[in-house]
């Protein structure tokens, strides 16, 4: 049989879609499982958008779109840019592609080469680190502790760069942590940058609109202007429209890079679907409100989970400032054993036992880089969330 190409030899399967994977064949077998290892919306796409989609279908536009994103789209992006981050970019610094994960994905592959580094904070998204060495490039993560609430300090920071790094990828809020960067915290982070001229910067901005407690947004060429040729700013409708199965991810950016990213889109994509353009066209430039109404259930949600956390004796979390996930950690039942006899060896077998034995999918955190924590999400309903933290509580009452 032909062998497999050695680049995947590193490249391991998601942990959570492996995790979800797993609830879905316990579900088939009539078992119930609470899923809370997903980081999907459970709101349904504004209507608004459906609408655009489908006018666009009636109306023929069905063909082969443009690579870089129709001219209404890259507009409404522009207009979205200088809305919510007073940033100014012309069309031709604007890329769309099939979800931020592709933006990501093509940015690695049009600018690394053998042996250069990237920056990670960890804990950090599973996927960084895979696209990253996928593209030939050296993941380089600087651990951020619970202590310091997930954040990267400056000072680890100019610490990890190195005359091969290329990139530092940053992510706030984060996933898996929640964890998001005042102004003044990316403001050292950006001081940092600013004496290291040959590396590039993306923020993946993903859960920008997915903010607490009036808490203030911001990205790092925002903060730091004098970065502003140097830095990719990634986003898309996913998360904060929901729309995550429309697949529509962009970024804006100095134009040398986007032409350099978006020559990769050309041989890996033919350009995203035109129904998801016109939809996400509507969505960038329609009513916003359903953002921060969005925002103030998740609000609710994470404050619900926090305070069923509390009450499990030797599990501590802390308060994150966006996103929609919390980041448990379990160190104190590490060396216990499970009601049905496992031994949690570390956070990975916790998360097995849970689900296999209590019926409640997560997500370990060794597979973000950082142990002994596990990832919840409550981008679901209050209902599953009540059921859910009912068993954590029970299955960890149960270790001993």
């Given at each position: 049989m032909p062998s497999i190409a050695e680049r995947l030899n590193n490249v391991s399967v998601s942990a959570s879609v492996a995790m979800t994977q797993k609830?879905?064949?316990?579900?088939?077998?009539?078992?119930?499982?609470?899923?809370?290892?997903?980081?999907?919306?459970?709101?349904?796409?504004?209507?608004?958008?459906?609408?655009?989609?489908?006018?666009?279908?009636?109306?023929?536009?069905?063909?082969?779109?443009?690579?870089?994103?129709?001219?209404?789209?890259?507009?409404?992006?522009?207009?979205?840019?200088?809305?919510?981050?007073?940033?100014?970019?012309?069309?031709?610094?604007?890329?769309?592609?099939?979800?931020?994960?592709?933006?990501?994905?093509?940015?690695?592959?049009?600018?690394?080469?053998?042996?250069?580094?990237?920056?990670?904070?960890?804990?950090?998204?599973?996927?960084?680190?895979?696209?990253?060495?996928?593209?030939?490039?050296?993941p380089v993560a600087v651990p951020c502790s619970q202590d310091n609430q997930f954040k990267l300090k400056a000072e680890d920071l100019d610490a990890a760069i190195t005359p091969k790094t290329k990139w530092l990828l940053l992510n706030y809020p984060s996933n898996p942590t929640g964890s998001a960067c005042s102004r003044q915290e990316m403001a050292a982070i950006a001081e940092v940058m600013l004496q290291h001229p040959d590396v590039w910067i993306m923020t993946d901005d993903m859960y920008e609109h997915l903010i607490y407690d009036g808490f203030e947004f911001c990205t790092i060429a925002e903060v730091e202007p004098r970065l502003y040729d140097r830095v990719l700013t990634v986003n898309g409708v996913s998360k904060a429209y929901a729309m995550t199965g429309w697949r529509m991810g962009y970024c804006a950016g100095p134009k040398a890079l986007i032409k350099a990213v978006s020559n990769v889109n050309t041989q890996n994509s033919g350009g995203v679907c035109t129904l998801t353009q016109a939809a996400a066209t509507a969505v960038l430039n329609g009513p916003q409100d359903l953002l921060a109404e969005r925002a103030a259930i998740y609000q609710q949600r994470r404050d619900f989970v926090l305070e069923r956390l509390a009450g499990v004796a030797g599990l501590t979390c802390h308060k994150p400032e966006g996103a929609f996930y919390l980041f448990p950690n379990i160190g104190e039942f590490i060396g216990r054993t499970s009601a049905k006899g496992r031994r949690i060896g570390n956070d990975t077998d916790f998360c097995m036992a849970l689900m296999e034995e209590h019926h409640v999918a997560t997500v370990q955190g060794a597979a973000y880089g950082l142990s002994p924590f596990f990832r919840l999400s409550y981008a679901t309903s209050v209902e599953m969330l009540e059921q859910g933290c009912a068993r954590i509580a029970e299955f960890c009452a149960g270790l001993r």
């Open positions: 609830a879905r064949e316990l579900t088939a077998q009539g078992i119930q499982v609470i899923s809370l290892s997903s980081g999907e919306p459970d709101f349904p796409t504004p209507p608004h958008a459906i609408e655009a989609a489908h006018a666009a279908a009636l109306a023929g536009d069905t063909k082969y779109p443009p690579i870089e994103g129709t001219p209404a789209l890259k507009q409404a992006i522009q207009g979205k840019f200088k809305r919510d981050n007073n940033l100014d970019y012309e069309p031709s610094q604007i890329l769309v592609a099939g979800g931020g994960k592709q933006v990501i994905f093509n940015a690695m592959l049009a600018t690394l080469n053998p042996g250069d580094e990237v920056v990670i904070p960890t804990p950090a998204w599973i996927s960084y680190a895979d696209i990253v060495k996928f593209a030939g490039g050296v």
